[in-house]
Every structure is written in structure tokens, then in C-alpha cells.
């Protein structure tokens, strides 16, 4: 039963344009949110969380929105670049201040020159 | 100076051996965890330590043995290797921020077994 999904498996995008990457997850008990991104043959590098007692977290060229009624959070790469591609994780945990988090299977995201 | 440090980065063995792969973070974090990558790129906990006590423990086989002799290391021992323990397996350490732990990575340990 997997509790975090991420159901689009690639994206393509051209340079400059907007990357939307998207998250469902099922547990309602779920309340803090975390993006990773990895490159090839390196672990998942932190990009930007969200707690569910907001609806927008910014940090530079990456937002990440959070609907809790639809149990669903996006990650917004505004511009994209060439460097962004890369696979992007979504992951959750049920309380603060846990130590467990469920990872959805991943995106990957190419963004085009 | 790699934050989180997993050795070996590649592992291959035959089907009953026993193997370590170890893990040491420098980042001061008291928190450390194993994750297993499989196949279906699913990243799944399998264990944590907080201090050098066990506070998760997912269901893994007992062929898996942790040990964390101190909070910078903590090793993954498996014993009696199978062919679905082929996997990449992540250590991370953890510190919080604004009340979410947020989990720095190792570059992995790919382990198949033949």
C-alpha cells in the first residue's frame, strides 16, 4: 500500500518555462512534507518542506503548495534549468518532529536548453 | 569533508555470504538512519538510531543488523545475502528544522548479489 505517490513518472520542459511536480498521498495523519532531489550514482539532496499548517512554502526558484483537503502537494521550479533535471522524491511523516518518512517513487524531471 | 560517508559505494556477492556496509557522518547530527532503494525505486526506512539507541525498526529480516558504536556511525550488517537484497541502500543523519527532520543523504551503496 503506498501511502505517498507521485504518479507522473518523467516531465519534460523547456528552459526558462515552469516544472510542476506533483504529490498525493493518502494519510491524512500525514503533516510535514519534504522535496528531495537526486542526481545520478548521489543521494537525495534536500530542497524545501511544508507543514500542514500552511498552503505555500518559497525558497528562491522552488515553491511548493500544499492542499490538504485533496491530499495533494506540488513542487513549482520557477524558471527551469538545465541543471534542475534531475529525479525529484516527495516524502511524508506523521507528526513533528518524527523520524520516519514515507518516500512516493519519485519524478524525473529533463529540462530542455 | 563529505557530510555522510558510505562505504563501499559498490558491493558484489554471491547468494549466502555476509557483508557490512558502514556509514559516518561529520555533521554532528544525532540522528542516523538506513533506507533500502529497490528495484521499483521505492525509498523504504528500514532502521534509525537516535543517539546510538535503535528507534525505528521496520519489518526487515533479521538477516539486518544495525550497529551505531557511536551517533557519527552506524553500520548495516546483513548476513546470509539473498538475491531480493539487491538494492541500493542509503544512509542518511537528520537535524531539525522548524520542527521536520530533514534528512541528509549518503551517495549510496549498491549491493548485488549474485
Known amino acids: 500500500d503506498q501511502q505517498v505517490k507521485q504518479n507522473s513518472p518523467s516531465l519534460s520542459v523547456q528552459e526558462g518555462r515552469i516544472s510542476i511536480l506533483n504529490c498525493d498521498y493518502t494519510?491524512?495523519?500525514?503533516?510535514?512534507f519534504l522535496w528531495y532531489k537526486k542526481y545520478p550514482a548521489e543521494g537525495p539532496t534536500f530542497l524545501i518542506s511544508i507543514s500542514s499548517i500552511k498552503d505555500k512554502n518559497e525558497d528562491g526558484r522552488f515553491t511548493v503548495f500544499l492542499n490538504k483537503s485533496a491530499k495533494h502537494l506540488s513542487l513549482h521550479i520557477v524558471p527551469s534549468q538545465p541543471g534542475d533535471s534531475a529525479v525529484y522524491f516527495c516524502a511524508a511523516s506523521g507528526a513533528s518532529g518524527t523520524y520516519k518518512y514515507i518516500f512516493g517513487t519519485g519524478t524525473r524531471l529533463k529540462v530542455l536548453a | 569533508d563529505t557530510a555522510v560517508s558510505q562505504t563501499p559505494k559498490y558491493l558484489v556477492t554471491q547468494m549466502g555470504n555476509d557483508k557490512s556496509i558502514k556509514c559516518e557522518q561529520n555533521l554532528g547530527h544525532d540522528t542516523m538512519y538506513w533506507y533500502k532503494q529497490d528495484s521499483k525505486k521505492f525509498l523504504k526506512i528500514m532502521f534509525s538510531y537516535n543517539n546510538k539507541e535503535l528507534i525505528i525498526n521496520e519489518t526487515v529480516p533479521n538477516r539486518f543488523s544495525p550497529k551505531s558504536p557511536d551517533k557519527a556511525h552506524l553500520n548495516l550488517h546483513i548476513n546470509s545475502l539473498e538475491l531480493g537484497d539487491s538494492a541500493v541502500y542509503f544512509c542518511a543523519s537528520s537535524l531539525q528544522v522548524g520542527g521536520a527532520n530533514v534528512l541528509t543523504f549518503g551517495a549510496g551503496s549498491r549491493l548485488t548479489v549474485l
Open positions: 494519510n491524512s495523519m500525514f503533516d510535514y
